[in-house]
């Protein structure tokens, strides 16, 4: 087997489910305390290794914890148990076009939204041309984001990611807008990293193209990893947990 | 010092947001960046019509300057005050504001809080600038003493740093927390010598006497408050035109220092629990 690109090992997060939670200074003196909560458990005791150079689909319902999974591996939320590896450079595409702002223009926002992601400006001249033709917005690249349309804005906020060029690099749901033209654009330069070797975990709900693009995968459940290797039996396995009600 | 390193390898984004906010605020509006004039304008006519005309507050003329007038007077100590509540109220908000980027993406929080002192230091240096013309044209030889202008101000922007990033994180937890602060910088402005000079306190708390037969006096209880030091450290150098006492400099920088640390410790030791807690 290749090497390894990220390790999970033994990684659980609990999250505090607030019965009552006294968010200003007047009802937590009043009350006479801050909160009463108890912890819910969104992943629990979860390890894989994700080899190097492959593209990683991470499956499961709504709320089994993909998401949050994805967070600890962007170091947005850390593990309360366990620890995350990886090696290389890891970029995270969790939501595109955070941080634009609307009264800038789009080549303001592309150097904003760059640095916000940990590309320098010298970075960013250079791949400049890149990131505007890849999102096909030439024209309206010196309006203000507010005039553009929610797809322009996807578009223009994936480009910006995905030229970030990290080894590894985590994409959450984030293709579901966009028209199909671009999704195939995306699609095509998720094929590109795969040829260069990079390795990308990608969460999703279209098995279609988890199948079509992924070979490898891991199952999660409530919050436990329920199956985790080659993408087709995964799937498949999941997808017959389903059908089993 | 690890910390600091972080701090300084995300300077280029801090930069960007500073300029997001410069840019952002003044866009579009004819006047641009003279808007940042229009509050201290507005507030230095009012004082100086009730303070001043009503009130007939006298200022000893400044020394060597030879200045005696009222609303530049005024200004020496509004423009660092203005200042100083802009960093306050723009840094306590600054996560809670930025909550949609600190969910989904990682970077080093810290530059949140700083880029709005960062933005506030911008139009202040604007506003500085207008103040040193006229300070020239009415005659003051404030010109040498810019060097030091400049490191009082660096001075007063690193106290306000370090109370906005105590502010930014404890607005996270109690979301009144910047109700309060607007309340509190009312008084705490009426509290400083921003609009009466320090001898007319001086001479009231002799009058009074010591606090509750204690030989405290009003005056000491007074200089708890460190803005008094730096509103003098700034009257004195862009007024008077002279070298503040070596110990209000001390005690500036005792605060300055002090507020970093405990702002930076404080910040720290929350920004990992900021993604949850928002
Ligand atoms: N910040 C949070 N505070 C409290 N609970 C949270 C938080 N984030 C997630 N959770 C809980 O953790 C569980 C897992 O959420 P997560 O977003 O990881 O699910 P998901 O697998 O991404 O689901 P979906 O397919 O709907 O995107 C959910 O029950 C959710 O309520
Ligand atoms: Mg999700």
Known sequence: ?245 | MNYLKEVLASRELLINLTMREVKGKYKRTVFGQLWSLANPLALMLIYTFVFSFIFRIQLEPGDPSGLDVFAIWLLCGLLPWIFFANVLNSGITSLVSNAGLIQKVAFSRVVLPLSQVASAAYNWLFEIAVLVVVLTILGAFVLPWLPLVVVAMVLLAGFAAGLALMLSIANVYFRDTQWFLSIILQLWMYLSPVIYPVSLVADASEDAGGVLGTPVTILDLYHLNPMVYFLEVFRNLLYDNRWPDPMSWLICLAWALGALLVGFWVFRRNERNLAEAL
């Open chain 1, 1 to 245: 087997m290749s090497d390894v690109a990220v390790r999970v090992d033994h990684v659980s997060k609990s999250f505090r489910m607030y019965h009552e939670r006294n968010q200003t200074l007047k009802s937590a003196i009043m009350r006479g305390r801050t909160s009463v909560h108890e912890d819910f458990w969104a992943l629990q005791d979860v390890s894989f290794d994700v080899p190097e150079g492959s593209t990683f689909g991470l499956i499961g319902s709504n709320g089994s914890g993909k998401s949050t999974l994805l967070k600890c591996l962007a170091k947005i939320y850390y593990p309360n148990k366990g620890t995350i590896t990886h090696f290389g450079k890891l970029a995270a595409m969790l939501e595109v076009g955070s941080g634009f702002h609307h009264e800038l223009s789009g080549r303001e926002n592309i150097y904003l939204n760059g640095s916000i992601l940990g590309m320098s400006r010298k970075e960013i001249d250079r791949k400049f041309d890149d990131i505007v033709g890849f999102s096909g917005v030439e024209q309206f690249i010196d309006q203000p984001v507010k005039n553009y349309s929610s797809g322009m804005y996807v578009r223009l906020g994936f480009s910006v990611a995905i030229n970030v060029d990290p080894d590894i690099l985590v994409v959450d749901e984030v293709l579901a807008v966009g028209d199909a033209e671009f999704q195939k654009k995306c699609f095509d330069k998720f094929a590109e990293f795969k040829r260069v070797g990079k390795t990308v975990i990608l969460v999703s709900h279209s098995m279609e193209s988890v199948r079509s693009m992924c070979d490898h995968a891991a199952w999660l459940n409530k919050g436990t990893l329920k199956a985790v290797g080659e993408a087709a039996p995964t799937i498949a396995a999941y997808e017959a947990s389903l059908n089993n009600g």
